[in-house]
């Protein structure tokens, strides 16, 4: 079969060329819209081994995925993480390996994973006011996370991007100094609108929205905005700043701009579970197809393929306070 018809296309003839893939759904953080406080963790017999996650992989990969990001929890605290990356790496017709990560291990880990091949990290940095930081990630050192930025840049990692989810009346006023924050450290900076998965009790989600459009004005007081047509496959669109032309701003608006019309993702949980939509439930069981079917890839391929179909055409997410996926984001892969 050609490369051509071994790629991976969904019921409205988007390709599928992008796989986030969880490691595991432990994280040394505990962001208030991320998961609750005191959070129940998976057990190991549960999720995918390091093997398992790089079968499925493979496979992806076979069928013309381009791109994976590796995401959690927090990616960094599974073991053999490093080695994980140096496979994936390594695997033929992949374009580009790159993670989402808290920052918290990367003074320890960033030079292992540049030098095993991981080619970019999104990091996520929510505040700049140490104790701010530790109230909306509960347990987190705003110092140690700057100090991971840090020694990512020492290790070789260019086109770093920080992840930054904007909460009214929590970190809101605090655009336009990460901004500045992102310039000087030559980092390129994505705002995203706050998703409803999982139950919190920590604040009211319809009281803390705050479009992209709120966000890009109080930047635009500030530095002139030019709009680009670049990519990075994902759902961000990206501006640049006339003042600052080297470094992309990026806008995730699941809310107020929908970005569904040309989602080229899927996602694979860490328990194996292939989810065709963030914002819906539709999934396929992969660890089903792994565990009943050891090494049967022809078996693996079909499952994969046949998911495919289920993929809805978008997500509908509504500003109100009812919790419209009951999984939280740690269990759903960044």
Known sequence: MSAHGTQLVDGYSRKIDYLRMSVTDRCDFRCVYCMAEDMQFLPRQRIL????????AERFVAMGTR??????????????IVELCS???????LRELCMTSNGSQLVRLAQPLFDAGLARLNISLDSLDAQRFKAMTRTGELARVIAGIDAARAAGFRRTKLNCVVLKGRNDDEVVELVRFAIDRQLDICFIEEMPLGVISEHQRSESYCSSDEVRARIAEHFTLLESAESTQGPSRYWRLAEAPDIRIGFISP???????????????????????????????????????????ARLDKAIRQAMTLKPYSHTFDVND?????????????
């Open 49 to 56: 081994t390091l093997e398992e996650l790089y079968q499925v």
């Open 87 to 93: 496979r994936l790496a390594a695997l033929p017709g």
């Open 67 to 80: 791109k994976i990001r590796l995401t959690g929890g927090e990616p960094l605290v599974r073991a053999g």
């Open 255 to 297: 809310h107020s701009h929908n970005f569904c019309g040309t989602c080229n993702r899927v996602r694979l949980t860490v328990e194996g579970r292939l989810l065709l939509c963030l914002g819906n439930e539709h999934a396929s069981d992969l660890k089903q197809v792994l565990r009943a079917h050891p090494g049967d890839t």
């Open 322 to 334: 009812q919790v419209q996926i009951l999984r939280f984001m740690n269990m759903t892969g960044g």
